[in-house]
C-alpha cells in the first residue's frame, strides 16, 4: 500500500485480534469479523483506525457494519482527508493504465483493492463508464460524488452507469437501488460526442468498443458482469496467435475468443447455453464480418453434453478453447468444480488433432494455478495426449494482482501445444 502523509481525524477506532494483525502482516488489507476484537458505537461505512490488542496503530481502513470484511486497509499512515485520497488514488490507477494497456478503448479502470480503492470498481467501454459500488463506505454520499467526479474530470466520458449487484447490496445491509445513468449534472466536465452514431435516446448506455482491433457492442444496462469479459483481452489476443485450421470456442457468450480467432482459422464454432450471449454474439460477427473471412457458427447448448456427443461421434478440431464459469463459487464445492474441469479437458484433449492448440481457462479464485494445472495433466495422461506449455496466463494487467492478496489473482490461462 502506498504510504500517506499523516493527519489526526479518523476518531473511531478498530482492535483486532493476533489472527487479524498476522494476517495484515502478511499483506492482506482484510480484517474478518471474527478477528475484531472491538468496533463499538462505529457508524457504518466509517473511516477507521486500526490496532492491535496492545493498542498499537496499524493503519487506516474503510469499516463495514454488516460484511463478513469488517475491515479493508487502506493505508499505513493515518487518513485525515478522505475525498483527497480517493481523488488521488483514482488518478494514480488512470497513470498506471496509460502505462499497461494498450491497443484497446475497453479495460478496467479500477479494480477495488488491488488499485487501493476498496469497494470499488470501475470499467470503461469506449466512452462509457460503468461502475460498481461493494462496500457501505463507497456508497457514502459524500464518497459517491468525490468519485463520479474525479472519473468525469479524469476520463471526460458521455456518461457513467452505475451497475448494482442487489446481493452485495443486501450483504453490506444498503438501501435496495436500481442500475441505471448517473444523471449528467452530476457529472462536472466536458460532455464528448459519440462516435457510434446510436440514436440520441440509445447514446448513453451502449456504445461499439475495439480491443486488439475487434468490435464489440456493449450495453451497459444487459449482459453478465460488467457487460463483457474484460479480464481476458491480453489471453484473446495471445490466444490468437496460435489458433488455425477448425476452431471450437466453449463456453463462448458474445464471441471474445471466437471472433479473435476467425481471421486465422478457416472455421469456427461457438457454443454458449446463453440464446441472449448468442444473440450478440452474432451481431458482434456482423460487425467484424469483413475480417472474419467466413461465418462463425453460433450453437446454443450445453458444453458438457455437446463436447460429449463430439467426441463420441469422433468430431476433430485443430483449436479449441475451454472459458467456462467458476465452477468453484466457494470451497465447499471445490472438488465437484475439478471434476468439471478435467471432464471437459479431457474431451477437449481427445479432440484435437495433433500439433493442436489447447486455450483452456478457470476463473475460480479457489482453483489455485497449481491446482489448474494439475487436473490438466490428468486429463492429458487419461487421454493418452503431451502436452507442451505455449503459455501460462492470467488476468490482463488492468486488473492488477497485488501480491499479498490472494482474490485479486483468480484467472489462469494455459495455453497448450497438444501432441498424441
Ligand atoms: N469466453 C467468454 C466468457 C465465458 S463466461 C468471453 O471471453 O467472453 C462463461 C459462459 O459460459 C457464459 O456465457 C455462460 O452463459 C456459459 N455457460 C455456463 N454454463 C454453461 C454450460 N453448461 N454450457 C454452455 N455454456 C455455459
Not at 494476517?23 to 463499538?40: F, I, K, N, Q, T
Not at 488491488?114 to 461493494?134: C, E, H, K, T
Request: with cysteine; net charge neutral; glycine share 6%.
Amino acid at each position: 500500500m502506498p504510504k500517506r502523509s499523516s493527519g489526526l481525524s479518523d476518531s473511531s477506532t478498530v482492535t483486532i485480534s493476533r489472527a487479524g494483525l498476522l494476517r495484515l502482516r502478511g499483506g492482506h488489507v482484510w480484517v474478518y469479523r471474527s478477528d475484531v476484537v472491538s468496533a463499538e458505537e462505529i457508524k457504518p461505512g466509517s473511516l477507521v483506525s486500526v490496532q492491535d490488542e496492545r493498542g498499537k496503530f496499524l493503519g487506516s481502513a474503510l469499516y463495514s457494519s454488516s460484511s463478513q470484511i469488517a475491515v479493508r486497509m487502506l493505508s499505513r499512515e493515518k487518513v485525515d482527508d478522505l475525498q483527497a485520497l480517493l481523488r488521488e488514488r483514482i488518478q494514480a490507477a488512470v497513470a498506471y493504465r496509460k502505462q499497461v494497456v494498450s491497443d484497446t478503448d475497453a479495460y478496467r479502470v479500477i479494480f477495488s483493492e488491488a488499485d487501493f480503492l476498496p469497494g470499488l470498481i470501475v470499467d470503461r467501454y469506449n466512452n462509457l463508464l460503468s461502475m460498481q459500488i461493494l462496500t457501505q463506505a463507497m456508497d457514502a454520499d459524500p464518497i459517491r460524488q468525490t468519485v463520479i467526479s474525479e472519473l468525469a474530470q479524469q476520463l471526460q466520458p458521455a456518461a457513467i452507469i452505475e451497475r448494482v449487484d442487489p446481493r452485495i447490496r443486501e450483504l453490506e445491509q444498503l438501501p435496495a437501488r436500481t442500475s441505471g445513468l448517473i444523471s449528467s449534472e452530476k457529472i462536472s466536465g466536458e460532455q464528448i460526442g459519440d462516435p457510434t452514431g446510436e440514436p440520441a435516446s440509445e447514446r448513453k448506455t451502449s456504445t461499439i468498443f475495439t480491443m486488439n482491433g475487434v468490435r464489440f457492442h456493449y450495453e451497459a444496462l444487459e449482459g453478465q458482469k460488467t457487460g463483457a469479459f474484460l479480464d481476458q483481452r491480453e489471453n484473446y489476443a495471445a490466444a490468437a496467435k496460435y489458433m488455425r485450421g477448425e476452431a471450437l470456442d466453449v463456453f463462448c457468450y458474445q464471441g471474445g475468443f471466437a471472433l479473435h480467432m476467425a481471421p486465422h482459422c478457416s472455421q469456427v464454432t461457438g457454443v454458449d447455453s446463453s440464446r441472449p450471449a448468442l444473440e450478440i454474439a452474432e451481431q458482434n460477427a456482423a460487425l467484424n464480418r469483413q475480417d472474419n473471412g467466413h461465418e462463425i457458427e453460433w450453437i446454443e447448448g450445453n458444453a458438457f453434453d455437446l463436447l460429449r456427443d463430439y467426441s463420441d461421434s469422433g468430431r476433430q478440431f485443430d483449436s479449441i478453447v475451454l472459458d467456462p464459469p467458476a465452477f468453484a463459487k466457494s470451497k465447499q464445492n471445490l472438488q465437484t468444480a475439478m471434476r468439471g474441469y478435467k471432464e471437459l479437458n479431457l474431451r477437449a484433449l481427445k479432440m484435437l488433432r495433433p500439433g493442436g492448440t489447447l486455450v483452456t481457462c478457470s476463473c475460480s479464485f479457489h482453483v489455485t494455478p497449481e491446482a489448474f494445472l494439475e487436473v490438466i495433466a490428468q486429463a492429458a495422461r487419461d487421454a493418452h495426449k503431451s502436452l507442451r506449455i505455449l503459455e501460462n496466463r492470467a488476468q490482463a494487467k488492468d486488473h492488477p494482482i497485488l501480491l499479498g492478496v490472494p482474490e485479486t489473482y483468480y484467472l489462469k490461462c494455459l495455453i497448450f501445444n497438444v501432441s498424441s
